[in-house]
């Protein structure tokens, strides 16, 4: 299974930036995905998890209502978008490929990452 992470960046505050993650090596739809994030000197967090259809969603409380979760079964593809980014926002961003029925937030749901993609976000 392979996942290749991209879309990081510098931008300023209030800025957007779009990850994307492909994955290969399964069946995409039989899986959810998720996004955690690892800041220096900090524990990888929970950022985002999407259900196997897409039709479920949940998000960590401090980027609520400004990031987004999808994904695109035809394509192999979930995305992050990340709005009205703050400095407390820059973190490497991994994606993550999981076994569940219903999304998860905790990382031991998760058996396969992406090598990260670093989000830096400027004041």
């Known amino acids: 299974v392979q996942l290749q992470a991209s879309g990081g960046g510098l931008v300023q505050a209030g800025g957007s930036l779009r990850l994307s993650c492909a994955v290969s090596?399964?069946?995409?739809?039989?899986?959810?995905m998720g996004w955690f994030r690892q800041a220096p000197g900090k524990e990888r967090e929970f950022v985002a998890a999407?259900?196997?259809?897409?039709?479920?969603?949940k998000y960590a409380d401090s980027v609520k209502g400004r990031f987004t979760i999808s994904r695109d079964n035809a394509k192999n593809m979930v995305y992050l978008q990340m709005n009205s980014l703050k400095p407390e926002d820059t973190a490497v961003y991994y994606c993550?490929?999981?076994?569940?029925?219903?999304?998860?937030?905790?990382?031991?749901?998760?058996?396969?990452w992406g090598q990260g993609t670093q989000v830096t976000v400027s004041s």
């Open positions: 993550a490929l999981g076994r569940s029925v219903g999304v998860q937030v905790t990382t031991a749901w998760y058996d396969y």
């Open positions: 999407i259900s196997r259809s897409g039709g479920s969603t």
């Open positions: 090596g399964r069946t995409f739809s039989n899986y959810i």
